[in-house]
């Protein structure tokens, strides 16, 4: 069995991390990590994991934490990972960080859009973790930076286009709205149950949301130039989903039925990805709790665009699950091991 630490186990993404983990048949939890809850079992936080994950929470120096597992998931704040990465992996093990410390291939970039990175020397070294992209890479990897939601979702949507050259990618318009576990666990009035329900908003407006730089990095890789993005995303009064929309005028005169053809064909051999069948669109009801994302579109032939639109679990593809299919891959387990539960429905 592959022993498990999960630094940052009490937030919405380290439960989901022990949800899906319990279920693995490869790997056992063996650390979780809270400052806040040290001392006190990992199911008396999240009763949901009663009797399945009753590990202690801690709170060792990572000398000692490095020696409690193989393998470590760092499910902190942006940060606290590029302190915490650095002697888990001089310790010889191998980590998934769900933060946004190692994703931003230029530290210029990063320091733009973040603080000061501490453990820059590990950005070139770390591998984007999004399989669909880079499944041999991330099997080779010692260090995989997880992607965030938003980007996970439109960079899946968008990839078979860039790759075609088929859009104009001075166009692209992305309208993502996303359920409140994106804005995490800790206290904020702005995510209080009365201040979303019944209720629907944007913010982060402007070309101010951090993911902007994460999402252009990969979509100018595909596109193989430069691609700049208006992106807008919005709070649904919901826990979990995220549905992004996606614009972009074509380039070439391309029928549904082709676009039909490029999307199943690029997704084929991808069990977590999903194309929607013509006609039909995806709904974030549709993956709850799963590691799918859905994917559909449908052409304005009066603009002249193409309209795609993707559905995922925010803390599950967006997050947690992503980061188990990663570490089966770095581990070469079955890639889908743990991750094969139907979504949630209703």
Not at 23 to 47: K, M, N
Not at 154 to 177: C, F, M, N, Q, S
Not at 255 to 268: C, G, K, N
Request: charged share 20%; glycine share 6%; proline share 6%.
């Amino acid at each position: 069995m592959l022993r498990i630490g999960i630094v940052g186990a009490s937030g919405y993404t380290g439960v989901e991390l022990a949800r899906i983990l319990a279920d693995h048949p490869r790997a056992e939890i063996t650390v979780v990590t809270s400052r806040q809850y040290a001392g006190q079992p990992l199911s008396r936080i999240f009763p949901s994991l009663r009797d399945r994950v009753d590990t202690v929470c801690v709170n060792p120096p990572p000398a000692e934490l490095a020696r409690q597992a193989d393998f470590f998931f760092t499910a902190v704040p942006h940060k606290t990972a590029m302190d915490i990465v650095p002697p888990l992996l001089a310790a010889g093990r191998k980590v998934v960080d769900l933060s946004a410390d190692f994703r931003i291939r230029d530290v210029a970039v990063y320091e733009q859009w973040y603080q000061k990175h501490s453990s820059s020397e590990l950005i070139k070294e770390a591998v984007y973790g999004l399989p669909e992209l880079y499944r041999q890479q991330i099997k080779d990897a010692r260090l995989v930076a997880n992607p965030g939601c938003y980007p996970t979702s439109v960079t899946l949507g968008l990839a078979p286009l860039l790759r075609e050259h088929l859009i104009d990618t001075a166009t692209i318009i992305i309208d993502a709205k996303s359920g409140t576990t994106g804005a995490g666990r800790a206290a904020n009035v702005a995510s209080l149950y009365c201040e979303v329900a019944d209720g629907f908003r944007a913010y982060k407006v402007g070309g101010t949301h951090r993911h902007i730089p994460e999402m252009e990095q990969e979509l100018s890789l595909l596109a193989a130039e430069p691609v700049t993005i208006t992106f807008t995303p919005h709070l649904l009064p919901v826990s979990r989903g995220i549905l992004s929309t996606m614009y972009a005028r074509l380039d070439h005169d391309v029928s549904e039925t082709e676009l039909q053809e490029l999307f199943d064909d690029t997704y084929r051999d991808e069990q977590f990805v999903r194309v929607c069948a013509a006609g039909t669109l995806p709904a974030t009801q549709y993956v709850r709790g799963s590691n799918y994302c859905d994917i559909g579109f449908k052409i304005d032939r009066r603009t002249g665009r193409i309209i795609v639109i993707t559905a995922i679990d925010n803390i599950a593809k967006g997050a947690a699950g992503q980061a188990v299919q990663n570490m089966n891959l770095m581990n070469n387990l079955d890639e889908a091991a743990g991750l094969t539960g139907t979504p949630f429905f209703p």
